[in-house]
């Protein structure tokens, strides 16, 4: 599947998809559910943010 969904129960101000260098690829505060298909295969960082702290912070593979 080329989507990931963020659930919690926890808020949440914006969720930050980041590659392995720290750039930012997406960036949503509205939606917990992304489509990821045109990200090329590697390693990301999914960071979750609420009241500008970070809340969780998860590594991801995405292999085509």
Known sequence: TNTIEVK???PYDQIEILDVLG????IDN???KFDISELNAGFYI???ISNKK??????FIKID
């Not at 750039?23 to 997406?26: A, D, G, N, V, Y």
């Not at 970070?54 to 590594?59: D, E, G, I, M, P």
């Open 23 to 26: 750039k930012s690829i997406l």
């Open 8 to 10: 919690g129960n926890q």
């Open 54 to 59: 970070v809340l969780a912070k998860n590594t």
């Open 30 to 32: 509205i939606s917990n």
């Open 46 to 48: 999914l960071k979750i």
